[in-house]
């Protein structure tokens, strides 16, 4: 019986293919046997445009995120929602970013099909109202939107036609 689970092409194309066909233009693909495992470790893929409204994690839960393909910014802000710092990962910058839990921070697609794994401890938490920033929209609002066009230009990519 194999020991090595083996993440491939296919699995990266279904999971770009998912986040290309949904309405929030992103999805996941879970590595961790089970969402009570103690580190989770996941495929997020990210299409431009989607909104990941800024929320922060208990102090002692890190993200890692390592550039698989395309490009993206993580964002982090203060305490009034200003942009504290932002560092792209992807080709051509940094390949990893490490981000310490409490933080506000959001993830901004700059190119189609940006996938990155995460590594970061477990078990899941489904995030609370309390999570998100206060001052950022709910998703699905024109002014969510309107972020997302801020922090586009903010890492130099323009918004696509139409969005």
């Known amino acids: 019986m194999p020991v090595l689970k083996l993440f491939d092409a296919a699995a990266l194309a279904g999971t770009l293919a998912a986040a290309a066909g949904s309405p929030r233009r992103r999805a996941n693909l879970n590595l961790h046997p089970t969402l009570a495992d103690p580190v989770q470790r996941l495929l997020n893929v990210f299409q431009p445009g989607t909104y990941v409204r800024p929320h922060r994690h208990e102090a002692s839960r890190f993200e ?3 550039a698989v ?13 200003e942009v504290a710092e932002a560092a792209v990962v992807g080709p051509g910058a940094a ?15 700059l190119a189609e099909d940006t996938a990155l794994f995460e590594v970061k401890p477990g078990p899941y938490r489904p995030l609370a109202e309390t999570d998100f920033a206060p001052w950022s929209p709910p998703e ?4 969510a939107a309107e972020l997302v066009r801020r922090w586009e230009a903010l890492a130099g990519v323009a918004s696509a036609p139409g969005r």
């Open 64 to 66: 890692l995120f390592l």
């Open 140 to 143: 699905g609002t024109a002014a």
């Open 95 to 109: 390949w990893a970013v490490e981000l310490p839990g409490g933080a506000w921070h959001t993830v901004v697609s």
């Open 69 to 81: 393909s395309g490009r993206a910014a993580i964002v982090t802000f203060d305490e009034a929602g």
